[in-house]
């Protein structure tokens, strides 16, 4: 739950960093971005800043953006029916994403959010600057996070189902519900 004062402040700051690392964006665009809490209520926390460029039923491309210190929860992205699951490439336009998948542990820049350690699974971590990119392969856990930095990145992946993500920690509720005061 965030509140539409929350929501509105949060989509402005998205903007301004997406404008500062070279993407311009119209202000109706901008008030398209969608600001995401996962239900648990504290964004700054645990959140993610979504501008999508398009979706169509097969590919879609979106600017994402992490404000300084924001965590996205860990979750992956399952198989459906013949469709293995979202494949998803991302590439850092502007500052440092810490990004974390299986593998062996190599956690050091980054950290869990308090509390949270058995929601966060992955720690093999991948700091990655402008111009770095991975691919993701379908049903791989993942989280990732930015430093004080923030970051601001594409993604660009095959058709998206977000209703149907994964997240290791139970309380999410991936529809963010906006408070109207
Ligand atoms: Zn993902």
């Known amino acids: 739950?965030?509140?539409?004062?929350?929501?509105?402040?949060?989509?402005?700051?998205?903007?301004?960093?997406?404008?500062?690392?070279?993407?311009?964006?119209?202000?109706?665009?901008?008030?398209?971005?969608?600001?995401?809490?996962?239900?648990?209520?504290?964004?700054?926390?645990?959140?993610?800043?979504?501008?999508?460029?398009?979706?169509?039923?097969?590919i879609s491309a979106?600017?994402?953006?992490?404000?300084?210190?924001?965590?996205?929860?860990?979750?992956?992205?399952p198989p459906v029916g013949a469709d293995p699951g979202k494949e998803e490439t991302i590439r850092v336009i502007a500052g440092t994403l810490n990004f974390y998948v299986p593998g062996e542990d190599t956690l050091q820049h980054g950290w869990i959010p308090a509390g949270k350690e058995h929601c966060y699974t992955c720690r093999h971590e991948i700091v990655m600057q402008p111009c770095d990119q991975l691919t993701l392969p379908p049903n791989t856990k993942h989280w990732f996070q930015a430093p004080a930095s923030g970051a601001v990145f594409y993604s660009f992946s095959t058709c998206v189902r977000d209703g149907l993500d994964r997240f290791s920690d139970p309380a999410i509720v991936r529809q963010t519900r906006i408070v109207e005061e």
């Open 62 to 77: 979106k600017v994402l953006v992490m404000l300084p210190n924001q965590t996205e929860p860990e979750h992956w992205h």
């Open 1 to 58: 739950m965030i509140t539409r004062h929350e929501y509105t402040h949060f989509q402005q700051r998205a903007a301004a960093m997406i404008r500062e690392a070279g993407i311009r964006l119209t202000e109706a665009e901008a008030a398209r971005i969608e600001v995401v809490d996962f239900g648990l209520s504290r964004v700054a926390v645990e959140g993610v800043q979504v501008f999508t460029l398009f979706a169509t039923d097969r």
